[in-house]
């Protein structure tokens, strides 16, 4: 059983921001997949199904992006999720716009979503899909990360949420290291 979590913040406002990319990846997933987020339990709205002939998990948390884990560590205890079948996809500031990454494990880098999921789920060794979204020096952090794109940039990172989607079919159906060796390098 894979559990895939798609990081962003609940409620309309927040709703095309660039910090909900995860949302944004997840949902595309899930419709490419005929899945609906039909229940909302442990702090997320949830939809399952089967991909690839693999139980698929997919989650939306509603704690807000910095207490992603809170809400992540429930799903992992209840359902036992082994570290490699999490995958989180989230958006990164530190990546030029639309530019998508896979990595196996690691450290959290910059995002504190990615920091309280490690926290609360004490390691490091999933995979996570990360989206770039870029970052202007001349906007404050905080504000840049909530506000939308522009028409040219949702173009961009529309393109990248579909590529979202083929990456989760790729790990689900070989694995990460194929994804990574697939689609890692891709503009």
């Given at each position: 059983?894979y559990?895939?979590?798609g990081?962003?913040?609940p409620g309309?406002?927040f709703?095309?921001?660039?910090?909900n990319?995860g949302?944004?990846?997840v949902?595309e997933f899930a419709?490419r997949?005929?899945?609906?987020?039909?229940?909302?339990?442990m702090?997320a709205?949830?939809?399952?199904?089967?991909v690839?002939g693999e139980k698929?998990i997919?989650?939306?948390?509603?704690?807000?992006?910095?207490?992603?884990?809170e809400c992540?560590?429930?799903?992992?205890?209840?359902?036992?999720?082994?570290?490699?079948?999490?995958i989180?996809?989230?958006?990164?500031?530190?990546f030029?716009?639309g530019t998508v990454?896979?990595r196996k494990?690691?450290?959290?880098?910059?995002h504190n979503?990615?920091?309280n999921?490690i926290?609360h789920i004490?390691?490091?060794d999933f995979p996570?899909?990360?989206v770039g979204i870029g970052?202007?020096a001349?906007?404050?952090?905080?504000n840049?990360?909530?506000?939308?794109?522009?028409?040219?940039?949702?173009?961009?990172?529309?393109?990248?949420?579909?590529?979202v989607s083929?990456i989760?079919?790729?790990?689900?159906?070989n694995g990460?290291?194929?994804a990574?060796?697939?689609f890692?390098g891709?503009?």
């Amino acid at each position: 059983m894979y559990l895939i979590a798609g990081l962003g913040n609940p409620g309309r406002k927040f709703e095309h921001t660039r910090h909900n990319t995860g949302y944004m990846c997840v949902d595309e997933f899930a419709a490419r997949h005929e899945i609906g987020f039909d229940k909302s339990v442990m702090k997320a709205l949830m939809g399952e199904g089967f991909v690839h002939g693999e139980k698929i998990i997919i989650l939306k948390p509603q704690t807000y992006m910095n207490l992603s884990g809170e809400c992540i560590s429930e799903f992992v205890n209840y359902y036992k999720i082994e570290p490699h079948k999490l995958i989180v996809i989230y958006d990164d500031v530190d990546f030029p716009l639309g530019t998508v990454k896979i990595r196996k494990s690691g450290s959290a880098g910059t995002h504190n979503g990615m920091k309280n999921i490690i926290e609360h789920i004490k390691t490091t060794d999933f995979p996570r899909v990360r989206v770039g979204i870029g970052c202007e020096a001349d906007i404050e952090l905080y504000n840049y990360v909530l506000s939308a794109f522009s028409k040219d940039e949702a173009v961009l990172i529309e393109k990248s949420i579909k590529r979202v989607s083929d990456i989760l079919d790729e790990i689900i159906q070989n694995g990460v290291d194929k994804a990574m060796n697939m689609f890692n390098g891709i503009k």
